[in-house]
C-alpha cells in the first residue's frame, strides 16, 4: 500500500512481516515503543514493503510523511538518530536472515528465544502473546517443526511453557544458538 504516514510506537508492541506464499509469513522485527515503522519505501518508492499488526494493545502516532520529511531535513540531530534506529534494525534483520538461511532449526529457536529474553521482553519469562506460530515466523519454519522443537526444549528443561515462556537453561540455549 501507498506509505503515507510514519508510525511511531508509543506503547506495547507490534509484529512487522512479509506476507510469504500459502500463508506463511515471516516476521522482520517486532518492534517496541518509541520505535518508528517507515521501512525503505520511504525514499524509494512511497511504499509499505511489509505488514504491521499489534500483538498487545498499544498506542501510536502516525507522522505524515511530508511532515516526517521536513523534521528529518531540518532537523540534523532528529536525523541521524532516525537514521541510526533504521541501521540497526536493518542490521538486526540481516543477521536474523543469515541465521534463517545457515543455522538448523534448533539453532535457530534458540537465538530467537534468547532475542525475545534479551531484547525485546528484557526478561527471561514473557507472555503468552507470542504464540507458535509467531515462532515459526520469527525462526523461518513451519508451525509444526517449531512446535517440536518447543516441545525438545521443555523437555529437556531448557524452558517452561507454562503461562507463556521462561528461559530455564539461558547458557545450554546459548551453545545452541551458537553451533546451530
Do not use: W
Amino acid at each position: 500500500t501507498f506509505l503515507s504516514h510514519v508510525i511511531s510506537i508509543n506503547s506495547g508492541l507490534a509484529k512487522l512481516y512479509i506476507e510469504g506464499y500459502q500463508g506463511r509469513n515471516l516476521i522482520l522485527r517486532i518492534a517496541k515503543p518509541s520505535s518508528f515503522i517507515g521501512g525503505p519505501g520511504m525514499y524509494f518508492d512511497q511504499r509499505h514493503h511489509y505488514s504491521v499488526i499489534a500483538l498487545v494493545d498499544m498506542s501510536a502516532c502516525f507522522i505524515d510523511m511530508g511532515i516526517m520529511k521536513d523534521i528529518i531535513h531540518s532537523n540534523p540531530d532528529f536525523a541521524a538518530e532516525f537514521m541510526k534506529d533504521f541501521s540497526k534494525n536493518m542490521l538486526s534483520t540481516y543477521d536474523r536472515l543469515v541465521s534463517i538461511t545457515q543455522k538448523n532449526t534448533t539453532g535457530r529457536m534458540a537465538e530467537a528465544l534468547l532475542h525475545l529474553a534479551n531484547d525485546i521482553f528484557e526478561s527471561d519469562r514473557f507472555d503468552p502473546l507470542i504464540t507458535n506460530t509467531d515462532l515459526a515466523e520469527l525462526t523461518g519454519m513451519a508451525r509444526d517443526s517449531a512446535v517440536k522443537i518447543l516441545r525438545q526444549f521443555k523437555e529437556d528443561g531448557l524452558i517452561s511453557t507454562t503461562n507463556g515462556v521462561q528461559l530455564l537453561n539461558r547458557e545450554a540455549l546459548l551453545r545452541i544458538s551458537e553451533v546451530g
